[in-house]
Structure formats: C-alpha cells, structure tokens
C-alpha cells in the first residue's frame, strides 16, 4: 500500500493563543476510509481545513500524493475534494453552473458527460437548472457534494458528512462512499455518528484536545479495547451479590433479576465457566445469558473521557 497522504508534526496556535493542534503524525493509505473521531473542539475541522489549505499551520508538514502542501499547492490541492461541515452555497448560480465551475477552478477541461452522472448519481439531475439559494438544506449539501468531486480529487475529505441529513441523505452518501471507494478514492471523514465510522471505516484515529491519540485499524481495535458483558437472566432475583461469588467483578441490574460480568475477551482465562460452575454450585439459576462485545462508542467514550475533579487523568 502507497500512502496518498503524510502529515508530520503538525501544529496550529491560532491567534487567540488557543493550541488547537499539537504534533499530529499521520499517514493515509490510498484508497482507503479514515475515520476522524473526537469531542466537539478536538481540533478535527482544524485538521482537515489545514489540509485543504483553509487554515495555515504554525508547523509540520503535509505531502498529498508526494506533492509538498506548502511548495507545490496547487497539484497537491487539485487531488483533494473538500464537503465543509458548513454550507455556504447561497448562491444565484444554477446547480449545474456551481458544479461545472467547481471543476474548472482546479483546472479540468469541460467534460459535460461526467458532470451529468455525478448529478445523477446524486439525485441533483432534476433541479441541474434551480438556484442553489432555492435548494433545501438536504439538497444543498448534495450540492456541496457534488461540487467536491466535480474534479474528480482522489482524496474526499467529509466533515461531519451526515450531521442534520434525512436518512435518504444518508443512505445515498454511504452508498456514493462506498462507490468512491470501490475506483479507489480515499475517503477521511468526520464523524459524530459513532456507528458509523464502526460500519464504513477501515481505519479509525481517535483525537482529543489537539492529539491524535490513537490510530488503529477498526476490527483491532475493537478486538484490542473491547470488553465483553455477560448477563446472566436469574430464575430468582438476588438482593446481593452472594459473598461466594466475590472472586468475580459483578453487579445486579433489572431490579436483581440480572447479574452481569465484565471481562476482558482477551484474556486467557475470561472467568467465565468458573463463575458458572460456582453459581450452580451454590443453587442460584439463570433461565437465559447473553453476551455482548462492546461498541466503538464504549472504547471512544473510554478513550476520550474527561476526568472530573477528584478524577485520575484521562487515559
Ligand atoms: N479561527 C479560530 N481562532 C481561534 N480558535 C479557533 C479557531 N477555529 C477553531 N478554534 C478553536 O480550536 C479548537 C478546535 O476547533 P475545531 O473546529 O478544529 O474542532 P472540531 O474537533 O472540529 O470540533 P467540532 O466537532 O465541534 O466541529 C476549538 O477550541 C476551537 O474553538
């Protein structure tokens, strides 16, 4: 695998004093889907708007395709398309001008062709002759869509992509994702919709107060970070969790009638059978136990928390 994009060092002290990035290193495998993961103020549009040439860092460096971002700007900018997570599309322009303009700003010729299934692929062929200020909210971010890739950039960045979208919004732009992907597009978004990165990402990098703390392939690192739950449904509800069953980390929920067990699914000996045997052993039954893998959600909530006062540091 190549990589489509390298970010060293990367910092921003924007002129307020704010430190909104702090030595960021990462490496984008073409083709692939990145998914950008942090608390609101993590530094996330910070970071794409530095790589889309918004936003000048105070230091680092970017390399788009082995072009140098700050030397070379043009060539590295023309291979990148950009949907902001704010539309500003008020214009007076039609559709179909908007976006062949878009295409002819990073100097492509004219190809009417693509254009019209880009706009169909969107759903924005019928209204190719509306102004875009008489658009609904939904159809303007099409638009903004299909102005990102009206130069056919090989890295899409989508920040915060799908934040206010009816759901017919959404299907259509994880389906052009992947469609992207399979002509092998890269693709980096943004992400508050947890599931989401845990559906479409192949990567995911986790940053928080201007770090990337994290950048790991998803399946490992749900395998790596993911706890399992067992709830054991009991045939009668305990008040208390018996002094036999000490040896294990349990705790009563739906008012005794459950008892659950978090364990490491890794670990060698998870508890699991012991903590059965020992249950029969002592008369208490369950009619039902289910188990459940822990989400990205669980491991983002876990990575990113915040620790109140009295509280360790965040880990
Ligand atoms: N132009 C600016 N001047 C000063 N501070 C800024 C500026 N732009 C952003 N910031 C600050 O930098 C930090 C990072 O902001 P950024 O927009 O990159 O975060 P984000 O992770 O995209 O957040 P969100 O999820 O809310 O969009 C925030 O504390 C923000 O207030």
Redesign the pocket.
């Known amino acids: 695998m190549t990589a489509v994009l390298e970010i060293s060092g990367l910092g921003k002290t ?3 004093g ?1 430190r ?1 990035l702090a030595g960021v290193d990462l490496s984008i495998e073409k083709g692939e889907i990145f998914a950008l993961l ?10 794409i ?1 530095i790589v889309c040439g918004i936003v000048t860092p105070s230091e680092g460096r970017v390399t788009v395709g082995g072009h140098d971002h700050a030397r070379d700007y043009r060539a590295a900018r023309s291979m990148i398309g950009l949907v902001p ?1 704010e539309l500003h599309t008020d214009s007076f322009e039609t559709v179909m001008a908007t976006v062949t303009f878009s295409r002819g700003l990073f100097g492509k010729p004219r190809d009417p062709a693509f254009i019209e299934q880009l706009l169909k692929d969107l759903s924005l062929w019928d209204k190719r002759g509306s102004k875009i200020m008489e658009l609904s909210g939904g159809m303007k971010r099409r638009v903004m869509i299909a102005k990102a890739l009206s130069h056919e950039p090989e890295i899409l960045f989508l ?2 992509p799908t934040a206010g979208v009816d759901v017919e919004l959404r299907r259509d732009m994880w389906n052009m994702v992947r469609g992207l992907r399979e002509r092998g597009v890269t693709i980096i978004l ?1 992400t ?1 919709y947890i599931e989401e990165a845990e559906e479409m990402a192949d990567r995911v990098g986790v ?1 928080t107060r ?1 770090k990337l703390i994290l950048v790991e392939e998803k399946n490992a690192l749900i395998k790596k970070l993911g706890r399992k739950t067992l709830t054991l449904n009991l045939a009668e509800p305990l008040d208390a969790i018996p002094a036999e069953l000490g040896d294990w980390t349990l705790e009563l929920a739906g008012e005794g009638h459950e008892l659950v067990y978090e364990f490491d699914s890794q670990a060698e000996a998870t508890g699991v059978p012991s903590l059965l045997r020992r249950m029969t052993d002592i008369g208490i039954a369950f009619k039902d136990l289910h188990t459940r893998q822990s989400s990205l959600e669980d491991i983002f909530v876990g990575l990113v928390h915040e620790p109140k006062d009295g509280e360790g540091a965040a880990t």
Do not use: C, R
């Not at 942090?38 to 970071?47: E, R, S």
């Open positions: 924007y002129k307020s704010h909104a942090g608390p609101n103020g993590a530094g996330k549009t910070t970071l708007s997570q920040d915060e943004t508050h940053i201007g």
